[in-house]
């Protein structure tokens, strides 16, 4: 209860700061007299939530309600032959501000799962451990050590060196080496602190750091990548993950009591295979920062590390290469689809018939088609990815009855819906061009498999950006698409 309350306090302060930033005063009288009209005509109740945070939210829908009638209000002049510069300024202020209280919103879910995750992840290997006897601090630390003795073991035996798993002694004294060497570099270390980073050295130059100070960096990229925070993600201690693709279905007819049935048909059984690679970064700290005895030099590099990392994998997770990482939008084939389905391998795509936009004419009917192609299996956990700017058209979007399609939600998980799929926005999705392909509909955890090598390496460098020390910070992920029906594109061409 602790952090919920927690967490529904700082969703007050960010919402709150967004919507007065914005121009859109919050009412203190409206937290006390029940005054939420707004928000339960259009997003329901949040029971248990309070009184103060559904103010903010009315303050939501109030946007949302006013975007409407900005927009009524431009269709009623495009009718006219007018062009009403002062409904379209307006029109423009409002949708600004429901977009920062979107995000705002994603940035704090984003940090929520994050929690909820590592707190689950940490659960589930105490209970592996048989660690229930222990206090959570106890059980937390020989989490930490297992998890750092299992990815010394993997590197260790990748170079054929022999390996003693580290006790708590051990994991405290390379700790203690570890920051050592952070702040004052190599030579200075002792021999004994040489010896001890022996284990976790790498022969290119730089050690591993300890699982508190990866943890730190990969709790932050989860939070900075919507990819991951979707996608499935695995964590192996070998050069490749692989997995087997069943491309068929088995055969069934009816048997005797003597006799076989006769329907032999025999599914085809493919294999994928994802290899990660190094990425790297280079955060620079001045000598005086890492004197600093105050300053906490992990959780500084920590943060750095993870912003640089978890921009660029992002980025990649998208939009990669066949040779490298393989984005789920750019890294393989694309091939229009009738309904069909398309040839595994390939990913199945519908053109909306206009360069750059949606048809002119019924364009929600280019959503309704891009959903039609998804098989009912992926829609349980379907979601919309998109960028901001085609959010922006949609949002204009009405159905039959004359209802927008896009919605804002609150307490659900996710802060936007379409035709009441979830949206989740990667602003590093294709922008918007001829033939682009800005937008998909599936199910992205059976669609992308994120694979990452245990392990993270710093390598300090006081010699090439002086007066600045440079660390130089590599570690290995790779990511590939391994259901091809699960996600449908959208080619705006």
């Known amino acids: 209860m602790k952090r919920y309350g927690f967490a529904v306090g700082m969703l007050a302060i960010v919402l709150i700061a967004a919507v007065a930033v914005l121009g859109f005063d919050i009412h203190p009288a409206a937290a006390h007299a029940g005054h939420l009209p707004l928000y339960g005509a259009e997003f ?30 431009e269709i009623k002049g495009v009718k006219k032959g007018f062009d009403d510069v002062i ?5 423009q202020k409002v949708e600004t501000a429901l977009d920062a209280g979107i995000e705002a919103q994603n940035k704090l879910e984003a940090a929520l799962k994050a929690e909820k ?3 689950e992840e940490l659960e589930l290997k105490l209970s592996r451990m048989n660690l229930s006897g222990h206090s959570a601090e106890s059980a937390k630390r020989q989490v930490e050590i297992k998890s750092f003795n299992d990815t010394l073991a993997g590197i260790n035996a990748g170079r054929n060196r022999p390996f003693a798993p580290l006790d708590e002694a051990g994991y405290d004294a390379y700790k203690s080496a570890q920051n050592h060497y952070l702040r004052e570099g190599k030579d200075n270390l002792t021999p004994d602190e040489v010896k001890t980073l022996s284990v976790g050295s790498d022969p290119d130059g730089g050690y591993f750091v300890t699982p508190d100070t990866g943890g730190r960096i990969v709790k932050k990229v989860y939070e900075t990548s919507p990819v991951r925070q979707n996608a499935s993600v695995i964590s192996i201690t070998t ?31 493919g294999k994928w295979r994802i290899q990660p690679y190094w990425i790297d970064t280079e955060p620079k700290a001045t000598q005086q920062l890492l004197d600093d005895s105050s300053v906490d030099i992990e959780a500084w590099l920590g943060g750095k590390v993870a912003n640089k990392l978890g921009r660029f994998e992002n980025s990649e997770f998208i939009n990669g290469a066949a040779n490298k990482i393989r984005g789920f939008m750019m890294g393989y084939t694309q091939s229009a689809d009738s309904g069909s389905g398309v040839t595994w391998g390939q990913l199945g795509f519908k053109a909306t018939g206009v360069s750059s936009n949606f048809a002119a004419s019924n364009p929600v009917d280019n959503l309704i088609d891009l959903m039609g192609l998804l098989k009912n299996d992926y829609l349980t956990n379907a979601k919309w990815f998109t960028r901001r700017s085609v959010i922006t058209l949609i949002r204009k979007f009405k159905d039959s009855t004359g209802q927008p399609i896009w919605m804002p939600t609150f307490g659900q998980g996710f802060a936007e819906t379409i035709f009441q799929y979830p949206v989740v926005r990667m602003e590093d999705m294709p922008a918007l061009a001829n033939g682009s392909y800005s937008l998909a509909f599936g199910d992205l955890e059976q669609t992308y498999q ?22 130089y910070t590599t570690k290995r992920t790779g990511g590939g698409v391994v259901n091809f029906e699960a996600l449908k594109l959208m080619k705006f061409g």
């Open 44 to 73: 329901g109740s949040l029971t248990g939530v309070p009184q103060e945070l559904k103010a903010v939210f009315d303050r939501i829908g109030e946007a949302f309600s006013e975007f409407k009638k900005a927009h009524e209000e």
């Open 87 to 91: 409904t379209k300024d307006k029109l």
């Open 117 to 119: 995750k590592e707190r």
């Open 239 to 269: 050069d490749a993950l692989e997995g087997i693709e069943d491309l068929g279905e088995a055969g069934a007819g009816y048997a005797g009591e003597t006799a076989q049935g006769g329907d032999t048909t025999t599914p085809q059984v």
């Open 450 to 471: 994120i694979v990452d090598r245990s392990g993270i390496r710093v390598l300090r460098d006081p010699f090439t950006a002086k007066p600045f020390v440079k660390f």
